[in-house]
């Protein structure tokens, strides 16, 4: 272990796969975001930090079972010319239950409540153990690959779990910034929504065997962020002009 500690390959293989861990955890923090906007201000916090150490748990969960995950590519049958395995499978599901979990949160959001919804008491908050639990599984489906890759990168388990750590603790810094601002600003609620759809189609494509670069979907992801964040600034300057005309 301590000669492993001086060696020059062990820090630049630390240093790609946090660099790789915070890249790919961006997709999880904005679902964590989005589970933990529905819970009183007063809780998102802990959400936050129970959803990423949740994360964090299955993340190093899966490196313990790295041969169960190895094992994972083997075909297992099928279907139309496309050979499925168990990752394939893992990939599916979490794809379906993403697009469906996106889809219904943007119906909410979008829907506006009749009289009866109006009178209608107020429905209590969702659990956080519900929330850990949701975080957790699509968690395993998120890193899947990057485990994999991590594994066919670093030789020793204790520098794929520091990674893992260092990764967790760097966006656990941020992750509440951005999950407020996202709250706070419902049209960037939606954009978040959005890239929560893209990545769960993503995921089925990717589960019924056709690669897509992510490079493309964060290009994509990046591109419509930085539209989004002029339209909100344009919007702030006229209404900063309107107050101006109004008081001249």
Do not use: C
């Amino acid at each position: 272990m301590l000669e492993q500690l001086t060696r020059p390959d062990a820090w630049m293989a630390l240093a790609t796969l946090t660099a790789m861990e915070i890249v790919l955890g961006i997709d999880n923090i904005v679902f964590i975001a989005i589970l933990a906007g529905r819970h009183p201000p007063a809780r998102r916090a802990v959400a936050y930090r129970l959803g990423l150490l949740a994360a964090l748990a299955s993340r190093i969960g899966l490196l313990f079972a790295i041969s169960w995950v190895m094992g994972l590519t083997r075909t297992l049958f099928r279907i139309a010319g496309h050979d499925l395995s168990g990752r394939h499978l893992i990939l599916l599901a979490g794809g379906v239950f993403l697009v469906g979990k996106a889809v219904h949160e943007i119906h909410e959001t979008l829907d506006i409540p009749d009289a009866e919804e109006l009178r209608a008491p107020a429905r209590p908050p969702t659990s956080l153990a519900l929330t850990v639990l949701q975080i957790m599984v699509l968690d395993i489906v998120f890193s899947l690959d990057s485990v994999i890759t991590a594994v066919g990168m670093a030789e020793h388990l204790w520098v794929m779990v520091t990674a893992m750590v260092i990764a967790v603790g760097i966006m656990m810094v941020f992750a509440q910034r951005i999950g407020d601002f996202i709250d706070s600003h419902p049209s960037m609620k939606l954009l978040a929504l959005s890239f929560l759809l893209l990545i769960g189609v993503v995921l089925v494509a990717e589960g019924w065997g056709e690669h897509i670069d992510r490079g493309y979907i964060y290009a994509a992801m990046s591109f419509a962020l930085a539209v989004e964040l002029m339209n909100m600034r344009m919007r702030r300057a006229e209404e900063a002009r309107r107050r101006g005309d109004r008081s001249g």
